[in-house]
């Protein structure tokens, strides 16, 4: 089993930036891909931005590149959001998943088999 805790989430305002962190425990966190979702009121849990076990492979859904950096560090067994230049949509909660099979990480959350307990995001405008 792993365990995932995510912190990190507040109020802010557009424009302001927020770093997410997310510490793993009970598994060896470099065999891990991890991703970071977001759920909004009303909306499907989406795709944010995941990393590659080594931290070497990142991608990013279209609504957040260049403005979210996904980054881990695997000696302290957490990954890390810094979201910047935030927006009133970026408001929701976010996630943090852990995927055991795939050295890379996908969109998908059905590939992601730990999730933490989501942090709160809000951003007003």
């Known amino acids: 089993q792993v365990q995932l805790v995510e912190s990190g989430g507040g109020l802010v305002q557009a424009g302001d930036s927020l770093t997410l962190s997310c510490a793993a425990s009970g598994r060896t966190f470099s065999t891990l891909a991890m991703g970071w979702f977001r759920q909004a009121p009303g909306k499907e849990r989406g795709f944010v931005a995941g990393?590659?076990?080594?931290?070497?492979?990142?991608f990013y859904s279209g609504s957040v590149k260049g403005r979210f950096t996904i980054s881990r560090d695997n000696a302290k067994n957490t990954v890390y959001l810094q979201m910047d230049s935030l927006k009133p949509e970026d408001t929701a909660v976010y996630y943090c998943?852990?995927?055991?099979?795939?050295?890379?990480?996908?969109?998908?959350?059905?590939?992601?088999?730990?999730w933490g307990q989501g942090t709160q995001v809000t951003v007003s405008s």
């Open positions: 990393i590659s076990r080594s931290g070497i492979y990142k």
């Open positions: 998943a852990a995927d055991r099979d795939n050295t890379n990480p996908t969109r998908e959350a059905r590939s992601y088999d730990y």
